[in-house]
């Protein structure tokens, strides 16, 4: 049974950081793309940074334009986690942050598996 579980979610004042954490289990992690994607209030679920599968460290990354140059997502394959450092946070990246797990890509339809999310407020 494969489980993605995040953590790290908080309140944060703006211009702060975060790092997001989603361990994953039951899967071959290095076999998978890794994506996170975050849902707004009263919105829907978007796009904001993956990671592309990775026999060793690293792999491609691929961002949301207006993440670029704040969030960082990497990948520890010996730990089957994946990160997404977020510095400079905005009100506007006040969401659910959610990992997903598939054959990659910047979709929602293109990930097999799912985290059960967790929360990030930034304060202004």
């Known amino acids: 049974q494969v489980q993605l579980v995040e953590s790290g979610g908080g309140l944060v004042q703006a211009g702060g950081s975060l790092r997001l954490s989603c361990a994953a289990s039951?899967?071959?992690?290095?076999?998978?793309?890794m994506g996170w994607f975050r849902q707004g209030p009263g919105k829907e679920r978007h796009f904001v940074a993956a990671i592309s599968w990775s026999s060793g460290s690293g792999g491609s990354t691929y961002y949301q334009d207006s993440v670029k140059g704040r969030f960082t997502i990497s990948r520890d394959n010996a730990k089957n986690t994946v990160y997404l450092q977020m510095n400079s946070l905005k009100p506007e990246d006040t969401a659910v942050y959610y990992c997903?797990?598939?054959?990659?890509?910047?979709?929602?339809?293109?990930?097999?598996?799912w985290g059960q999310g967790t929360q990030v407020t930034v304060s202004s």
């Open positions: 039951g899967l071959t992690f290095s076999s998978y793309a």
């Open positions: 997903a797990a598939g054959p990659g890509g910047l979709s929602i339809p293109e990930y097999d598996y």
